[in-house]
Each structure stands twice: as C-alpha cells, then as structure tokens.
C-alpha cells in the first residue's frame, strides 16, 4: 500500500500544495495566495492560505490529514527560531496533522530540488529571493531577502523608479519606459505612475514584480539602465551565496550550485551569468522539477522513499512575473 507524503511551497506570489504517494504519483492538489509570514498581511493571514493550499490538495486526493505518512513545508519567511514554532504548531493544530510537521525555509526546499544530499549551496529567485548553505556534516546557513530587495521585486521597482527619474529629468533615457507604457496601458511616464499608484491601484508589489520579465528582456537588448539593475540584483544574489558558501565551509573546493526560481527560467543569460561569477566554485544545477519538489522530496526523506518526480516536471521558460 502507497504511503501519502504532502508537499507545500509557500512563496509571496503563491502557495503550492501537493498530496503524493511514495511513488511519485501525484493524487491532489491546491493552490492559494502569499504563504509569507512576513510579507502577508500578517502571519494570520499566511497561515491561512497556506492551509488552504494544504486542505485543498488533501481533499483533491480524498484523503485526511491522519492518512499521511509525512508533510513538509518549504516556505518563504520562514527565518527565525519563532518563525518555526509558530509555523509548526499552527499548522499541525490547523490541519489536524497526527505528527509535527517539518518546516523549513523555502531556500533549503530548493536546495532539496537540486541536490540528493543536500550538500550545496541554492538560490531561489521569484517574487523575493533566499539562499542556502548546507555541508556534509548537516550545519546549514540561510538567508532570506532582509538585507537587499531582491528578485522579480527589486527588478521590477527599480525599472519603474528609472522611469519616474527620466520624467523628472533626473535621469537617462531608457527603452523601459515604452515596456512600462504598454505593459500597464498608459499613454506617458506621468499616468503610468498614476495607474500605479492610485487609491484603486492593486498592491504595489506585485505590480513591480510584474514588470521584471521587461527588465531582464532589455537588459539583454543592451538598454544601458536595465543591464545595471540586472547586474545590481544578480550581484547581490552572488554575494549572499558566496556567504552561504562560506558559512558552511563550502568555499575553495567546487560544490553544487542549485539556482531555481522563476526569475532565474528566464531565457537571458545576463543574470546568471553575473550571478556565478561571484561564486566562481558553484557548479550550477537547474532543477527542471516545479518548488513544490523539494517539500516532497524532503517529506519521501523522512520515510525513505523515493518517487519519481516526472509529473512536477516544469517548463524551463517560465515567466518571472508569476514566481513564487
């Protein structure tokens, strides 16, 4: 009889669920909103869809949260000591789950994406983006977005900043302000930052991280303003992994280099490119498996398991305006 693992990976665009047998078989799924509880409208908030997600995909599947052999959750904002406790006392009570779940940082799922015994070092770029270290001897270092806006939010906001710089004439000429005008239906710089910014307008984050899929596009048309907030967000990533690396002795000797997330699907090379040369001994994977796989592999882990992934598999060319 197959054993039921359940797998959720709650970034800040969406939160996915999955219920699967040891095998790999996928048998329900769900899907809600941001599962950040630092980023949501408050870690109720969070909490809430992240349940949802769970519940949905548990009654997709037919089956009780008693019936699982194994649940792990891979989820943006989960940073600190109390992040945890929180995560796993809620979600236990709330999905009425027969053990305390494994809850662990969505950097770390990815890592598991990637790497079959979590030796490496991952970043994870979507809506925001996290790093982590593990070495052979199990230390594990991690960081989420605290210290520098990061991913599809940061490409996106500081391509709509360069635009309200070059109205104000503060700033260069860029070919994003074409990009801006028709992504949102604006006839000029001016009634874009109104569209944007208006009391009816949707949260101002989201709208931002729409809008990176266009910056990286014109960063590798040559457009001079974006290749610099390119190369300035793929820096930082580099940077913090290079600390990861470092965290966990890891630097000095080639090691695996997970890189997955939306924004990193996107065909143009430029930022990964300046995102590896900061961290010359990471040997790049990408996994070609949907977030979601690393909960599920960490969940088959805990019973020795071993599915077969092939229906998470996920298209390499993914838009960045729709990453976790």
């Not at 820096?235 to 080639?254: E, I, S």
């Not at 019973?303 to 390499?316: C, F, K, Q, S, V």
């Amino acid at each position: 009889m197959s054993r039921l693992l359940l797998g959720v990976d709650g970034g800040n665009t969406k939160t996915v669920a999955v219920v699967v047998s040891d095998e790999g078989a996928i048998l329900g799924s769900g899907r809600q909103g941001c599962g950040d509880i630092h980023n949501a409208m408050g870690p109720e908030t969070a909490v809430q869809q992240i349940v949802g997600a769970a519940a949905s995909a548990l009654a997709a599947a037919g089956v009780d949260a008693s019936d699982l052999a194994a649940a792990v959750f891979s989820l943006a904002g989960a940073d600190w000591p109390e992040d945890f406790a929180y995560l796993r006392a809620e979600l236990q009570r709330r999905l009425a789950l027969p053990d305390e779940p494994e809850v662990v940082n969505d950097a770390v799922g990815g890592l598991r994406s990637g790497s079959d015994d979590m030796v490496g070092v991952a970043v994870v770029i979507g809506t925001y983006a996290a790093v982590a270290g593990r070495n052979e001897n199990g230390d594990l270092f991690h960081l989420g977005f605290w210290p520098d806006s990061t991913g599809a939010h940061a490409l996106g906001s500081q391509g709509l900043a360069s635009i309200w710089r070059h109205m104000l004439g503060l700033g260069p000429e860029t070919s994003l302000v074409a990009r801006a005008l028709e992504r949102f239906g604006a006839a000029d710089a001016e009634q874009l930052l109104h569209v944007l910014t208006r009391i009816d307008a949707p949260e101002e984050g989201s709208q931002a991280a729409r809008f990176a899929d266009a910056v990286l596009d014109e960063a590798e048309a040559g457009d001079r303003v974006a290749r610099t907030i390119v190369q300035t967000v793929a820096g930082r990533m580099g940077d913090y992994a290079r600390v990861c690396a470092n965290r966990t002795g890891q630097l000095g000797t080639p090691f695996p280099l997970v890189l997955c997330g939306s924004v990193l699907r996107h065909p143009s090379p430029l930022l990964r490119s300046v995102l590896l040369s900061r961290i010359p001994d990471g040997q790049p994977v990408y996994p070609d498996v949907e977030p979601v796989a690393g909960a599920v592999l960490l969940a088959a882990d805990r019973i020795g398991a071993r599915p077969d992934l092939t229906h998470l598999h996920t298209p390499l060319a993914a838009s960045p305006e729709t990453g976790g």
